[in-house]
């Protein structure tokens, strides 16, 4: 494809006013910004509800403050409940998996970051982008709504398996009002995210400026448009699902309730339907989901990796191809989650193969993270920490991916504690180090301004070594056989030996949590007092680091930037220092 | 800090390894005969994944470690990647994990692709917020129908047998725990009222959802006496932590004298 030469056209007028710069902005840099403050909301919500999760399973007979003012049918006197605990789950699963890990690092650090390093002025659509913020913080606002339902929120999970979600409030509280405002909300976000996905995928392939090939992109780059490609394909079917089963709740249609079911004692007057048709298509879309959560982490970690290593990333082809093969691939393994689930055991087999085969591309990308430190000069700024502290969660957790992809174990793991070791590691921690990693890493370029060093390194190690705290004995409950979603220890008697496995979990779940506070202080101070940032203060070679910090509001001042090299030109021998920028032409005579 | 990071990073994968090797929190004791070799699966991926764990922890603690900027002028090597490394351990990890699978597939197949042995015991499961039953054929081997609308929690008609009318249901038994002969193949026929629930018991490493509309067969033998717990695991409601029974594994002689029993109470 030809590269266009565009002329100098301001897609859109420098913003005048509040309200059209910081409110209704078309600017992306802003619509990231707006982005990311949703997604840092929504995980301290999340954050509380993980530690109301915490609390009641070590000191179910707690009074929480307030708790009861906010929930007086859920937590009487601010005691939890059995129902409120899975609507603490539910709603803890659905705001981080969504509103966190599906927002800040994509719409928040890829609108932000993108359009200038791949030297555009901006998204391709910049209304369908502030369109698409929007609707987002609509469905935000939809789904805490159900807090306030006189039944409360879902107990179904972030999964609503029917017939539980679909027959209505006689099958538990919360499943009245409270699930459909939960579909609802899902859906409103589907639409968000489809519109944010159109827009990355044209503005990569329509908008670099000159010089800017494919094989030139910043790994970043290459990690925002597979994940753009699979929340179009993704979000799409999981929209289809919503509207099924909002369907089912409010319209009478059986898509997901089959014949002869007796709740309550009430005969539900429904036929025709498969529960495994949601399973199906809530995973085919929920697969490809969690690669988006954690794509934009591996662009991130490989860019931060490089930049701190003064060495080009190892192997920039096969990073792109692993990226595009785990992308692929990831549309072909949604069965794992149903070894188990009354499907044919031949899938299983099937998607067992498949599910082995991902774990090759992200393989090839752990081990070239670990070439591109290797002879490198490393330093070790908060984002760096950060990125290393993600190659090795991302180890941990993608191997134990490797026992529950084969069904013979997964016969045993399936819906176990050892899942929920596994999700957690993988996208709960290894993806929010990518978030981390982001934000130290461009804090400056989006504010002006250099966070706190001293500050970030405590928060490094509070996190780190809390995480590892937290979901290593995960795993361990999960091999004994404690089962997932299970409010009380009390029901069950084997799992009474497990209750000093809770505790140590909850108290360091409450320090770590507690530690993130120095994060929120150090952003928010950061932003007002923080000692001004140069253009670059990492010495690092991609486009964003040649405006200045912050970027004017079209980014490049009029100017098109052309781009002479790849991305990582780092510690290139004959060179005049050790890193060459993207848009340098300088001629170096190398051997 | 280099230090202090690759110290840390020795450190937990030290811990995670005695805890493992240590079998601190562990599976219980199997007492079912495929469970041998779900069992010798996971003992071999515990060993790869182990090594594969120790690794790469152990590799990224050395590298953060040895190519810290020492301040010294040196400069990072300029490369941009070793086509044959690439090549080699793509290979090495597609060979490693495929073949794992392919060892587990033997397993599975074993598990899953064939039905019981002929003359196996056929015991039907219903799951329902928040109870377990069981039903028994009875001497003429065969199910009665169901009919939801007989069925009646209250006067303990669970599953909606008429006895009255159905010839086969007059001899079924309801239990609300699940008894077996020892060595004996027996077939769980898993059916939900409901919600979908799933079967679980950690000794017989056997765990299947029992989904609403479905009949769904699942077979075990088991080869060892004794009492476990039969739990929940599916998401089901309120009442999932303690949807709990039991299953007795007890000699041929005992399981026919407590069949007798419970059929007399029927």
């Known amino acids: 494809m030809a590269e266009m030469q565009a002329e100098v056209v301001h897609r859109h007028e420098a913003p005048k006013g509040f309200i059209r710069k910081y409110i209704f902005s078309l600017d992306h840099k802003v619509i990231g910004i707006q982005y990311y403050l949703l997604a840092l909301f929504s995980v301290f919500v999340g954050l509380i509800l993980s530690l109301l999760i915490r609390l009641h399973l070590v000191w179910p007979d707690a009074h929480v403050p307030l708790l009861d003012k906010v929930s007086p049918l859920g937590a009487p006197g601010g005691v939890i409940t059995p129902e409120y605990y899975l609507s603490l789950l539910t709603l803890h699963g659905t705001l981080m998996v969504f509103f966190v890990l599906t927002t800040a690092p994509q719409s928040g650090f890829g609108n932000y970051i993108l359009p200038i390093q791949i030297g555009a002025e901006d998204m391709a659509f910049p209304r369908l982008n502030m369109l698409s913020f929007w609707v987002t913080l609509v469905g935000l606002a939809v789904l805490l709504a159900t807090f306030f339902v006189t039944d409360g929120p879902p107990i179904s999970g972030w999964t609503a398996y029917p017939p539980l979600s679909a027959v209505g409030g006689a099958a538990g509280p919360g499943l009245g009002l409270g699930q459909t405002l939960w579909v609802v909300s899902i859906a409103i976000f589907c639409i968000g995210s489809l519109l944010s996905a159109l827009n990355f995928i044209a503005t990569i392939l329509d908008l670099r400026a000159r010089g800017m090939s494919l094989m030139r992109l910043p790994l970043t780059c290459w990690a925002w448009f597979v994940t753009a490609v699979l929340a179009l394909l993704s979000f799409a079917v999981l929209f289809a699902a919503g509207i099924l089963l909002l369907l089912d709740r409010v319209g009478g249609t059986s898509f997901f309730i089959p014949a002869g079911l007796i709740v309550s004692d009430r005969i539900i007057p429904r036929s025709g339907g498969s529960p495994l048709l949601w399973q199906h298509l809530f995973w085919f879309f929920g697969h490809p989901e969690v690669y988006i959560a954690i794509l934009p982490g591996m662009g991130v970690t490989s860019q931060v990796l490089s930049t701190f290593s003064r060495k080009p990333i190892f192997g920039y082809r096969a990073m792109v191809y692993a990226m595009l093969a785990i992308g692929f691939l990831g549309f072909a393994v949604w069965g794992h989650h149903m070894f188990v689930s009354g499907m044919s055991p031949y899938s299983g087999f099937a998607f067992s193969v498949m599910t082995m085969a991902i774990a090759v591309p992200s393989a090839i990308k752990t081990f070239n993270w670990l070439g591109t430190l290797w002879g490198g000069k490393l330093r070790f700024q908060s984002a760096m920490l950060f990125a290393i502290g993600f190659v090795s969660l991302f180890v941990t957790g993608g191997l134990s991916g490797i026992f529950l992809g084969q069904p013979a174990l997964d016969v045993y793991l399936h819906d176990t504690w050892f899942v929920v070791a596994h999700f957690h590691m993988i996208m709960g921690v290894a993806a929010i180090f990518g978030i981390f990693a982001g934000t130290y890493y461009w804090f400056p370029k989006m504010f002006g301004r250099m966070m706190n060093e001293r500050l970030g390194r405590l928060h490094f190690w509070f996190t780190f070594v809390g995480v590892y705290a937290i979901f290593m004995p995960m795993h361990f409950l999960g091999l004994v056989g404690h089962p997932r979603r299970y409010s009380s220890l009390s029901g069950v008697d084997f799992l009474a030996s497990l209750m000093n496995v809770h505790v140590f979990i909850s108290i360091v779940a409450f320090i770590a949590g507690a530690a993130q506070l120095i994060f929120l202080f150090n952003l928010v101070w950061s932003m007002f007092k923080g000692p001004r940032a140069p253009a670059n203060p990492w010495q690092a070679t991609t486009l964003e680091w040649t405006v200045p910090s912050p970027p004017p509001f079209d980014n490049f001042a009029g100017k098109h930037p052309v781009v002479y090299r790849s991305p990582y030109e780092y510690g290139v021998p004959g060179a005049k220092q050790d890193y060459i920028m993207q848009d340098s032409a300088e001629k170096v005579s190398a051997g | ?266």
């Open chain 2, 1 to 266: 800090m280099a230090l202090i990071i690759s110290l840390v990073l020795a450190l937990i994968t030290l811990i995670s390894v005695v805890l493992v090797w240590a079998q601190v929190w562990w599976f219980p004791v199997n007492i079912s005969v495929h469970g041998r070799a779900i069992d010798q699966q996971f003992t071999v991926t515990f060993i790869i994944c182990g090594i594969i764990f120790v690794l790469a922890q152990l590799g990224l603690a050395y590298f953060v470690w040895r190519y810290r900027d020492r301040g010294d002028g040196r400069k990072a090597t300029y490369s941009h990647g070793n086509t044959a490394w690439e090549v080699t351990w793509t290979t090495a990890a597609a060979i490693v994990f495929i073949g794992l699978n392919l060892m587990g597939f033997r397993v599975w197949a074993g598990m899953q692709f064939t039905g019981p042995a002929p003359g196996a015991l056929p015991i039907e499961v219903t799951g329902q917020q928040f109870q377990w039953y069981f039903r028994y054929p009875g001497p003429d081997g065969k199910f009665g129908p169901t009919h939801v609308e007989l069925v009646d929690d209250s006067t303990g008609n669970y599953l909606g047998l008429d006895r009255a009318r159905d010839q086969a249901s007059k001899d079924d038994i309801v239990t609300a725990t699940l008894s077996v002969p020892v060595n004996r193949p027996v077939q769980l026929i898993l059916r939900s009222k409901d919600v979908t629930h799933a079967f679980f018991v950690r000794e017989l490493r056997l765990k299947q959802d029992l989904v609403p509309g479905m009949e769904i067969p699942i077979h075990f033998t088991a080869t060892g006496t004794g009492r476990y717990e039969v739990v929940c695991a599916e998401l089901c409601g309120l009442g999932h932590y303690k949807m709990r029974s039991f299953l007795q594994v007890m000699s041929e002689e005992d399981f026919q004298k407590w069949l007798e029993n419970m059929a007399a109470q029927q």
